[in-house]
């Protein structure tokens, strides 16, 4: 195939569709659009994005299912390159033909991350390979001892990766590309930090490229688009979390024109609902009042939800977020116990989070609450403790992980103090839903295994009775077959009875 451009290829790795293949990442990934506006702006590449993790069935994902059978294939699936999945990834590649491919790399998906990469190295040693994304920026250049690898991009790649484009096309040297690590001669350098983004308004939005730039971009629905980010950063120093490492303390926030802006954007192609994907939305609650304003003003009928840190919650902003068109909210409120929750530096305690939830569903606002289980200091006590509390909260969902200690955390360096974690710790093995995942020195496996798994019945229960409710207050009810309805009740009793 001859080009007349030089071309990178961005990927979403997969995931979820390595559990079962009608599950996805039904969305299209905002890193990853980011990325993609500033090459298209900035540049002269040609760019297409592939989320490998898309499927447009989009199942119900059902946590039972992953920490079970599930598993299973998601194994499987890593030990079979020759499963599927991989050969639909090579042959997207070897249409695409790129000289470059960028994949975003979390923690849980670097294995399937590692596999791409050494697809393309044999299809084409030439191909140069750019890891970036949360875990390059946990982790840093030590992903470079997988020889397919040629860049890391640590931190935010936005101006990076418009760098290093430069480079390739001979405009500077590597060594001047802050952000980054490479080899030379077979030596590794990493440079030094990048700084952040200070004015994030400079940034394209990604869905202005979407439609040249996404791969099978029809067959996405229109909720894929509907996730944006207001700001970038987190002021909390969580036990668990590494977001400071990507996005830092500092809170940076978009101006909100340049939010209503691109809201404008999506409200002008058909989306009527939007989510917020910043780690804590809304931190200054003068930025909340000023948004709710000009939102109601400028972006009528819009719908929108969002994370918001219990600290936050009051009656006031609450009424506020509500009048202008809030109608889910998510609260971190992970742990049932207060020394729990003081140990892993929530800030926060359990009585104040049910506050917060109170407020919210007072004011008719659809409400997810987070946990953990599984602490490294966890015990019998506290866990139980964490289960009541997730069955007493007023809440519309729960949303359920197991203790993972990721690399490049303070969780993760504790863990390895206690010994829980080695050397040859596979990150592979281990995420929220992981039927593995057992890090905690004060409870018995086989006790801890036997109360999760009726946990997980109990999250799945809970969410699908939700959607059931939503069908109904929905309105369209006499929309849908009565097979339709019949299968979705008989799987809600399913679950209910564990059968």
């Not at 983004?197 to 996405?220: C, G, R």
């Not at 109170?358 to 659809?366: H, M, S, W």
Request: charged share 25%; glycine share 6%; net charge positive.
């Amino acid at each position: 195939m001859i080009k007349n451009h030089r071309k990178i290829l961005l990927i979403e790795p997969p995931f979820y569709r390595l559990y079962k293949n009608s599950y996805s990442l039904n969305r299209y990934p905002l890193s990853l659009g980011y990325l993609a506006a500033s090459i298209k702006k900035f540049t002269q590449w040609d760019i297409t994005v592939f989320n490998a993790d898309f499927n447009p069935e989009n199942e119900f994902i059902k946590t039972t299912f992953l920490a079970g059978q599930g598993f299973n294939n998601y194994l499987e699936n890593l030990r079979d390159i020759s499963a599927p999945i991989w050969q639909e990834i090579f042959s997207n590649i070897e249409e695409e033909n790129p000289d470059v491919i960028g994949i975003s790399v979390k923690s849980q998906n670097l294995a399937s991350s590692l596999i791409i990469a050494k697809l393309i190295k044999n299809y084409d040693a030439n191909i140069k390979i750019i890891f970036g994304g949360p875990h390059p920026s946990m982790v840093g250049k030590e992903l470079l001892l997988h020889k397919e690898i040629d860049f890391v991009v640590i931190g935010e790649g936005e101006i990076t990766i418009v760098e290093l484009l430069n480079a390739f096309e001979g405009d500077c040297e590597y060594e001047q590309i802050n952000g980054i690590a490479y080899k030379k001669n077979g030596v590794v350098i990493q440079t030094p930090p990048r700084t952040y983004i200070s004015n994030l308004d400079i940034l394209p939005f990604p869905i202005m490229y979407a439609t040249e730039v996404l791969k099978y971009y029809e067959q996405y629905p229109p909720d894929s688009f509907k996730y944006i980010f207001a700001s970038r950063g987190c002021p909390y120093d969580c036990f668990f979390c590494g977001s400071d490492k990507i996005w830092s303390h500092k809170v940076r926030h978009r101006t909100v024109q340049n939010v209503i802006e691109e809201i404008k954007y999506l409200q002008n192609i058909g989306i009527t609902t939007i989510h917020f994907d910043d780690d804590i939305w809304g931190i200054k609650k003068s930025y909340i009042y000023e948004f709710c304003d000009e939102l109601k003003d400028k972006c009528m009928g819009i719908k929108w939800s969002c994370e918001l840190h219990v600290n936050i919650v009051d009656e006031d902003i609450i009424k506020k977020m509500k009048s202008a068109g809030c109608y889910s909210i998510q609260i971190g409120v992970e742990s049932g116990n207060n020394e729990i929750l003081k140990k892993n530096k929530k800030n926060i305690t359990l009585e104040k989070a049910f506050e917060a939830a109170r407020l919210i569903k007072k004011n008719k606002i659809d409400l997810v609450a987070f946990f953990i289980v599984g602490f490294p200091d966890e015990s019998a006590d506290s866990l139980n403790d964490t289960i009541q509390a997730m069955k007493k909260i007023k809440c519309d969902q729960i949303a359920y992980s197991i203790f993972t200690p990721y690399p490049g955390t303070e969780a993760f360096i504790y863990c390895k103090s206690l010994g829980i974690v080695n050397d040859s710790f596979d990150v592979s093995l281990y995420n929220h839903q992981s039927p593995l995942n057992y890090f905690s020195k004060n409870i018995q496996p086989e006790y801890f295994r036997k109360i999760l798994s009726k946990t997980e019945k109990m999250v799945d229960r809970k969410v699908l009775m939700y959607r059931i409710r939503q069908i109904f207050s929905a309105g369209i009810l006499n929309k849908i077959k009565m097979f339709g309805i019949i299968y979705s009740l008989k799987r809600a009793v399913r679950i209910f009875t564990g059968k």
